[in-house]
């Protein structure tokens, strides 16, 4: 027997529906003026969550029960991060550049430590934590400020994003290390040295165990993850592709924890063993969305821990710390890379570029061993430094290149003759200046999209002509066989600018769209636009309609099938009955 509700009876939403809602709504707003106020995503989500939270208007009572999102959203970062780990985007100087990632993110540790026991009264063991956190800078935030201002391509972008390399790998080994400083802060400091330390050796025979079964775990996954991909791929369904890879980072997550690892050193390995397959690409097109999604809620759930009470009575310390951080890693970056061959002028602008803090010195100050180890005051305090050194890095970005144009007659360190890292010095006047749009003459890359029978013969054509082509193909068998012939092909949907960019959009002369599908047509279209104003587009479509819209969505060129065909069948009648000068003779 079943019980029907009363028309029009109020039924309560859960809680955890209505929380999820306020969080997303008020990210969503707060983003919105933040883009404003030229503010960057994460400081936006934090204070967000400072202001929604239960220690300010009270809109959510229990962030806790966001925990399993904010671990699946680090789970998906690292995996996303993963991805993206490539020596190649540093192969030039990449000896000197690796030496300077690792000695400034090293200085900085060893600089902070002793600073964040005095600042924040800590014990030795919590205040490593917290320096190791603080040695991070956030990649996204001065990756995307470089980029805007066209730096990115200097030697100074290149020697940030190496930094940010190395650090990013850095992060890894600060997880690993993380159950034993844990250790260290639940037991005496004097047992460390003394008699007591057979537990100690047991914790790290423990480590070195999980080590080789996870050495062993990898070692697997490297060779059956690839086939199992390509037989996902198969289907040509993004659907199951992109649930396949959430299945093997999470897997991986639980495998490292289970281990005693962190889960987000299991999605980053998740991400590091696919990022040599071809589906790279695709994959970190399809899972962006989605770890973005989760990351407004991390952050903005972080943000609610903070107690701005605490904050406002700790304000002194808070600024403090601030001026500390940013000095110290400003000074520690500036003098490695003027060290190993920099020219002054590159390595103070790369230094103040690096000052801050990052989103993972979040990421690991809400560890469960950082969680452990930090008082609810220290915690607060720490991420307000975090936020406050994130707002400040436009301020920083400026003021480094002030000072680069203020010291470009400063001497090399003087174990050098020449600079070993130089680039030729620009006013830092014309720093954000962006020069007009021209198309790319010089550039002999032509990117196909599509190698069906079309594609195919586009490309032999252009090839016999001289072009560079490169490939973007959602075919796994036609990728790998292309791939052995030595051809550039890259797997993914044309359609999505990750892929795009992968194929090299940003410097080659053309775009050519033959995908018979129109709306991933169009699709690719607007966003190959977005990215290079100047490219010559050129598409496939199969009826007239969608060619007028091809031509609104900025492509240069239209080949419309039924145009083409008729024209085709046209010609063919023609001379097959009209008789011509020759048949008169």
């Known amino acids: 027997m079943t019980t029907a509700l009363p028309i029009g009876l109020a039924v309560t939403p859960p809680t955890l529906t209505l929380d999820l809602l306020a969080i997303l709504a008020a990210a969503a707003l707060l983003s919105i003026v933040g883009q404003r106020l030229r503010l960057a995503l994460v400081p936006a989500y934090l204070l967000t969550g400072l202001l929604i939270g239960p220690n300010a208007l009270g809109l959510i009572r229990s962030p806790a029960s966001f925990e399993t999102i904010g671990q699946l959203a680090i789970i998906l970062l690292l995996f996303g991060i993963g991805l993206e780990m490539h020596l190649a985007l540093i192969r030039n100087n990449l000896a000197r550049m690796l030496t300077v990632g690792l000695i400034s993110s090293l200085l900085g540790v060893l600089l902070g430590w002793p600073l964040a026991v005095w600042c924040f009264d800590l014990p030795a063991p919590t205040a490593l934590v917290v320096a190791l956190a603080l040695a991070n800078s956030s990649t996204a935030m001065v990756l995307r400020m470089l980029a805007e201002s066209r730096q990115l391509s200097q030697l100074r972008g290149r020697l940030a994003f190496s930094i940010l390399f190395i650090q990013d790998l850095l992060f890894i080994g600060m997880l690993l290390v993380m159950p034993a400083l844990a250790y260290w802060g639940s037991r005496p400091a004097p047992s460390l040295f003394l008699a007591d330390d057979l537990s100690l050796r047991g914790v790290l025979l423990n480590v070195f165990l999980g080590l080789a079964i996870l050495a062993s775990l990898i070692a697997l996954a490297k060779i059956f993850l690839p086939k199992l991909f390509r037989e996902s791929a198969r289907s040509r369904s993004g659907e199951s592709i992109l649930i396949l890879a959430l299945a093997v980072a999470i897997g991986a997550a639980v495998a490292a924890e289970s281990l005693g690892f962190s889960s987000a050193l299991g999605g980053f390995l998740a991400g590091f063993i696919l990022n040599s397959t071809p589906f790279r690409h695709q994959l970190r097109a399809q899972v962006a969305p989605l770890r973005d999604l989760f990351i407004a809620v991390f952050f903005t759930t972080l943000g609610m821990r903070v107690d701005p009470q605490v904050a406002l009575a700790s304000w002194g310390v808070i600024l403090l710390a601030c001026l500390l951080l940013t000095a110290v890693k400003t000074t520690a970056i500036a003098a490695t890379c003027w060290a190993l061959g920099s020219t002054a002028a590159t390595a103070v602008a790369v230094g103040c570029a690096l000052a801050q803090a990052g989103e993972f010195s979040l ?83 032509v990117i196909v999209g599509g190698y069906g029978p079309v594609g195919r013969a586009v490309a032999e054509k252009l090839q016999r002509a001289g072009m560079e082509i ?77 060619g007028l819209l091809a031509t609104e969505a900025g492509a240069d060129h239209v080949t419309i099938e039924e145009l083409a065909t008729a024209e085709a069948m046209q010609q063919a009648i023609l001379d097959k009955l009209v008789p011509t000068a020759s048949d008169h003779r």
């Open 363 to 445: 990421v690991l100050l809400d560890t469960p061993q950082a969680r452990q180890m930090l008082s609810e005051k220290a915690f607060s305090v720490a991420i307000a430094v975090v936020v406050l050194s994130l707002l400040l890095t436009p301020a920083l970005i400026k003021l480094g290149r002030f000072l680069a144009g203020r010291v470009y007659t400063a001497p090399l360190a003087p174990w050098f003759k020449s600079a070993r890292l130089a680039e030729p010095p620009a006013p830092a006047a014309d720093a954000d200046a962006r020069p007009p749009a021209t198309p790319n003459h010089s550039s002999k890359r």
């Open 470 to 546: 490169a490939i973007i193909e959602l075919n796994p068998s036609t990728v790998e066989r292309q791939a052995q012939l030595g051809q550039l092909i890259v797997y993914g949907d044309v359609s999505d600018p990750t892929v795009l960019e992968a194929a090299g959009i940003t410097s080659a002369a053309a775009l050519i769209v033959t995908v018979p599908d129109d709306d991933a047509a169009l699709r690719a279209v607007s966003e190959a636009r977005r990215l290079c104003p100047a490219l010559f587009i050129a598409v496939r479509t199969n009826i007239l309609s969608r």
